[in-house]
């Protein structure tokens, strides 16, 4: 577990530095149920962004109606 390699972080064991971390494992569940729960967070986290991104396009006439006015004032 405190082998470098698996290590995702800046602190390095080998330099002197360490973490404080606990792990526990309790019942019986799988890796994949593990990837899976994540894997449906992570997606649903990005959908959600995705949907933020299409609700906060911008109207165009809006932006041409900007667009005349900073004209105008140089």
Known sequence: MWDSKNMM???DPRHGRYLTASAMFRGKMSTKEVDDQMMNSNMNDLV???QQYQDATA???EYEDEQQEYEEEM
Do not use: L
């Open 9 to 11: 972080c800046a602190a």
């Open 48 to 50: 959600s962004e995705y």
């Open 59 to 61: 109207d165009e006439e």
